[in-house]
Structures are given as C-alpha cells and as structure tokens.
C-alpha cells in the first residue's frame, strides 16, 4: 500500500513539474516582449496577463512544500544579537523594536548627540559577492553572463544556498528575515491599480516584470544545467523565495 501511494505522489509531482515548466516558460515568452514607455493601458493588460501566471506557479510551487519551514522571526532576535555580538559588532542604547505599521527597526534607548556613533558592523558579517564568489556557487557565476553583471542576483542566490543549511554561519540573521517586504513587487493587481495616477506606476510593472524574468530565467538554469550546486537550488528556488 505505502508503495502504491509513493508511486502515485511520484505521478503527481512529476505531472505538476511539468505543468510548473509549462508556466514558466509562458513567463520567459511574455517578459521578452518589448513594452512601449508611455502606453499604460498596453502595460497594465500585459502585466496582468503575466501576474495571472505568476499566481498559478505560487499555487503549484505552495503544494510542493510539504512542511510549515517558517520561523518565528521574533522568538530569534536574541540569538541573533549574540550573534552580531560574538562576531564584533559593537552598539549601546540602542534595541531592536517592534514598530506598529512598520515591523521591526532600531530604537534609541536615549538622545544622541548628533554624529555620534550609534553602531559599528565588521565586514565579516555583511553577506557580499565576495561570500558568493568564495562559495560552491562562484563555478555557476563564472559560467552565467547575468551573475557576472548583476551581483544583487548573484546574493540572492547566495541567501537561498545559506538559507537551507542548518550549520550555516549566516542561519542567525536568516532566521530574522522576514517572510515578505511592503514593495510592489507583494502588491496584489488591485493594490497595484491604486498607483495608477501615479509617475511610478510603470517603473513598477517594469520592476514586477524584471523580477519575473529572472524567476523564470534562473528557474530554467537550475532545472537543467548539470552542477551540483544548482541541484541544490531545486527545491528551494522559488518564485516567493527569490522575490
């Protein structure tokens, strides 16, 4: 019985990455369609063509995860502050905070003179390229133009390598990041319509399709270029993961 039903999930998934590589390859077609700046009506169809995609990988990549991986960023702020301590981060008086509306932020416990200096950061602890580069992933970023030009890419991909290991140096800071930012690019259609009247309702939608883009783009390298390190980006590159 437990084999007919590890069979049947088998079936199941294999039919589901499949539907998944179908999306995806939509998202490349439509994102490689050149928009014309100033014709927001054109730009909104398009973008909601796209959007109506994206929302049925998130679905299909949802049903993946097996497992609630969430962390409660909360119950982690203290080992992070050790963290930061014990690798020679030094600040006083001041905490990390719940802000209502805004989430969490750095709060001054006094007044400070102004110039003064309220923390210092040592390198060590600042995730960079050079990280990137000195990992498993550097073979990847040496073979891919995109990585090679776009080192923002380059740490996101990093952070999701960091992300699934549990011995990572980097898992205290991980582990306080939060599960979603208040950018348009968590917008949904109708909050995005909002902006409409607004100058940066098109730099917008340029900026959701960009990141759907390189979603779909570095979806595809990780699902078929044969290293190791992108084995391991399988399961935990997706599109709420990479945003």
Known sequence: MGRKDGKQNNKYLQQKRKELLTLINKVLKLTSVFQTP???LKSWDHHLEIDSIIREIIN???????????????????KYVNWLHENGAQFEDVEISDFEGFDLGLK???????????????????????DA???????FMNLDPILKNMPNITLALFLLLEKRKEDSFWKPYIDILPDKYNTVLYFTSTELAEIK??????????LYRSIARQYAY?????????????KKLQDIFTYNNYR
């Open 108 to 130: 001054a416990m006094k007044d400070f003179p102004e110039d003064s200096l309220i923390l210092t950061v040592p390198s060590k602890i600042m995730m960079s390229e050079k």
């Open 218 to 230: 570095f979806y595809s390298k990780i699902h078929t270029m044969n290293l190791p390190v992108l």
């Open 197 to 206: 009247p607004s100058p940066v309702f098109e730099s917008s939608l340029k």
């Open 60 to 78: 299909i990549e949802t049903s993946f995860d097996s497992k609630d991986n969430k962390t409660n960023r909360y119950t982690n702020l203290k």
């Open 38 to 40: 100033g014709n927001a």
């Open 133 to 139: 580069l000195e990992s498993e992933l550097s073979l």
